[in-house]
């Protein structure tokens, strides 16, 4: 397989994991503080909701690299992030297209293959904590819209902890690929 | 084998590390999260932030400035006025010149506005009020003006300053971001303003007992009509005083007491519905209501006897208590209506107005020899008004009606010059009196009182207004939402001041016995017309009406030969 290529699917991964979360603290922090700010870096909902679209952009291509790399490696499971990504893509166009229905039809196509994808990153795991962390991942992910749906806004704290527990560990499993790749092949 | 430098991984593994310290100071509260936010047209957001406590942030307002010039947003200097709602009026708070200005909830002024909300007993859960932040861009002669209206909670700043529970869900920082468009908003012309040389001393009622002396901008005024074709803008210049306010008055000379022993006085007030305190400025007169409230009064009547229970010059006065009374100075705009409207730097102009005055107030009469409103009216306030109005606020102007008790060769006549003097009966201390009436016809007609109008509106109409500058006369979502805003407001003072649909008022009036021998003159005082209260006077003296009138009218059939 092409260790080089996932190498940087990890890496990339972190590092958009990293700057999504830091830009969260730092703006925060900072819009609340008496200095001078530059108004991208105000913790506005406008600004928070381009950053998320940057980091969702980042996120589609990173998997859509992972998809090629993976197909290109002759595993054809790289069709699943593939598949999520188009499926985003779509859903996110209908929505803005006011198309509701359709949408969410094609965005909760998205999210099965989103966890799809997380069983493709198991598989191709080369470490037994990674294939832990990213299992333990895929399973928040896959109870999350679950509680959503028996427990409605109510339970969104609760939502909110364990999707903050789903990223850790996805974070966690990225670097610990990372490294194994980087470090020890 | 490949393998990459080991440097790369090492800053993969820190940062998946530090990521994860930072979703987790994220995830437990410690950085503050956006909890709400509003947006005011394209001229600013609101945002507020719940968080713990951060070390050197004081819980508070934040207001910054962004100027949109072109495509590009950056933050600007600019002059930022903040003023905290009050159920009475405006309270100044905070003024800079930044790009960014800090208001603590602890500010003292802030704090002002806060504790009298919450003497008002009300729930803070029951109503949001608000602050008005106003931002003021100059760049060479020209200027651009935002209002914003904040609105928040007396509960937050509580719970913020640790004076009641704190919850997880309440805002601790509130972020105003201010739009200085100017592709958009149409610039004023800056006008230098004169400063006025001749400063007058703000300790000019320090003098009088009872009164708290301070600078109303603490206060604030009303702004008056928009509808006018004036606009009146206050500024900070003025001075006022909180305590009584006298609704009617009887004031007898030293001439009076020494020839008119024995005479009984009898000072009458029925009064019911809603008051409405004018503001009167000079040069313009009446320029709109300054403050309404719902008020009952009697009927009640204050009786005393010339000579044995008064025994020298004063006055006695029936009063509300607690009543906010202010001579503030405005800049006046004239307004003309081209298409949009345009606003003209005219000048300044003095205004006398009432700010506040408690609803169903507890009312009473008593005496004044020389420390209390009335000798304030006639001693301090006429030279006062002298100073600021250019007139004195009471002379033979001020007198609406007149009636005079002469003793002629011919016996006791009764002259009526303008106004009805009727005749009625009392019993006091066990005897018969059989009184001569001085009305003041209805208070309705003397005072122009109108129907229920609420007068709080919280500042909405200077606001307006700029609103309505700043956008030409357009319908945006900001006039939307400051229309929903103040209508939450307008409900709040609903509650305060229960509203009325009709007034029901009526008289005030002065009875007296006359005895033979009696040399009374009556003037009736209107003070309204000048102050903005609907306070009226009966001045007795024994020799000439007040103010040594040099013609009044007193028609043939309007003088009778009694005794």
Known sequence: ?????LFWFYAGFVFASFASSLWLLLSSVLTVMPIPLPYWLLYTPGNIVTAGIIVAALMLALYTYLGVALVLSKLLRGLVPIIM???????LALLLAKLAIPALAALIIAYLMLIGTYSVLISIATTRASKALWATATIIL????????????????????????????????SAVEAWRLGVEQ | MWSVSRALPVVVLALAIASIVVLVVDGVGASPSLIASIHIGGFGEVDYYASQPMPNVPPG???????????GVKPVNAFIDVYANAPSGIVHVAMGYSSSLTVPFNNTNWQYAINKWASLGI???????????????????????????????????????????????????????AYINVNELRPNKVVPVKLNGTVTDPQVFGTYNGYTVYNCSLSGPQPPNIYTSYVFQPTSTCLGFNGSLPIAWATWSNGAIQSDSGLLIDLSIYFSGTINWDAMAAGYGDIGTSYSANENWGPQSAEFILGSQVTQPGSLYWYYENATWAIVNYEVYEVWYVDVPIMYYV??????????????????????????????????????????????????????DYAAFEYTPYGEELWECNGPVGNTSTVFGGVQYTL?????????????????????????????????????????????????????IFDIAGLLIPPSTSTTVTETSLGINFTTGTNLYISVINASAVYGLPTFGFILNATNFYGIPSSFTCKYNQWVQIG
Do not use: C, H
């Open chain 2, 347 to 400: 000048g300044t102009t003095t205004v006398s107005e009432v700010l506040y005055v408690p609803p169903n107030d507890y009312y009473a009469a008593t005496f004044d020899y020389g420390n209390g409103p009335i000798s304030m009216f006639y001693n301090g306030a006429i030279t006062l008004s002298q100073q600021y109005f250019g007139y004195p606020a009471l002379n033979a102007s001020t007198v609406v």
């Open chain 1, 85 to 91: 990504v188009i499926a985003f893509t779509i859903g």
């Open chain 2, 123 to 177: 729930p803070f859960s029951g109503y949001n009020t608000s602050m008005l932040v106003f931002i003021t861009y100059v760049k060479g002669n020209e200027s651009w003006i935002v209002p914003l209206l904040i609105p928040y909670n007396v509960g937050w700043v509580y719970r913020a300053l640790g004076k009641s529970t704190p919850s997880a869900a309440t805002p601790r920082y509130i972020v105003v971001n």
């Open chain 2, 61 to 71: 307002l934040l207001v910054r400035v962004y100027l949109i010039n072109g495509s």
């Open chain 1, 142 to 173: 896959t109870l999350i819209p679950l509680i959503l749906m028996a427990g409605g806004l109510a339970v969104m704290n609760y939502v909110k902890y364990m999707a903050l527990v789903e990223q850790a560990m996805a974070i966690m499993a």
């Open chain 1, 1 to 5: 397989m092409a260790v080089r290529l």
């Open chain 2, 436 to 488: 001569y009436t001085v009305t003041l016809g209805s208070v309705n007609t003397a005072y122009g009182l109108s129907s229920a109008e609420l007068g709080t509106e919280l500042g909405g109409l200077a606001f307006d207004v700029l609103v309505e500058v700043a956008t030409e006369g357009e319908a945006t979502p900001l006039i939307k939402f400051l229309n929903n805003v103040g209508s939450a």
